[in-house]
């Protein structure tokens, strides 16, 4: 059986994998490749903000060289205005590449931290998760990720407007029975293990309709299987 992500203590794991672990604030995370901390989306987005502050700076210096130009004065400031526009146009390809890296790094790392917080099987729920997820952004320029529905829409969770988060969607799967099986603190019914679709026969992905079906094949047949399905 896989490992999970996060645990709470050093003592829910044998001895001898304990130095697999590193410890984060509210517990000890697998110590892997690939895995985006909070730490390093934090400063990415000191990066972006940063960034964003230096493009606003440039804009203001071509404004006012531009102002300069329709009233000319000793100096011809032309040159300083195309060495200005061309400055703030790599500004602006950098922010956008920022932006882009901070967007992928902020959603693997709350679908990380959601499945790590849930014991959940990162293998499993990972790619399921991602096709529920949105990642926004707020009044502030801060990132968030929040769950959408089947139209890419904001899921709202109760009456009073509250969007669903990523770690309220898996608490959801947790208590299907049918998703049971993906997390690693299964609850029991006391009527035998949960039923559910075994996959057999199956040749397509388009085939496995629902989280359910995708997860259930995933947990009898592997991962490798699951991604070997034909996508037509």
Known sequence: MSLPFK??????????????????????????????????VEKLQATLQKERQAAKDLKSKVD????????????????QLQAALKELEEQKNKLTETKGRLHSKVLESEISAAIGE????????????????????????????VVVDENGNPRIKDAKGSVMQPVELLQEW??????AHAFYAQEKSGTGAPSHHSGAGTNSAKELKTEKD????????????FTKLSKE
């Not at 006012?64 to 040159?79: C, H, M, R, Y």
């Not at 947790?174 to 998703?179: A, G, Q, R, V």
Request: charged residues 40%; hydrophobic residues 35%; without cysteine.
């Open 7 to 40: 645990i709470k203590s050093l003592n829910d794991v044998a001895e001898s994998l304990r130095s697999l672990y590193k410890e984060v604030e509210g517990g000890f995370v697998l110590d892997v490749d690939g895995v985006e901390s909070k730490e390093d």
């Open 64 to 79: 006012e060289l531009s102002k300069k130009i329709q009233k000319p004065g000793d100096t011809d400031p032309s040159a």
């Open 118 to 145: 849930t014991k959940g099987n990162q293998k499993i729920l990972a790619k399921l998760i991602k096709d529920n997820l949105k990642v926004v952004e707020d009044e502030s320029g801060q990132m968030k990720v």
């Open 174 to 179: 947790k208590k299907d029975p049918d998703l």
């Open 214 to 225: 995708k997860v259930s094949f995933i947990a009898e047949h592997g991962f490798d299987a």
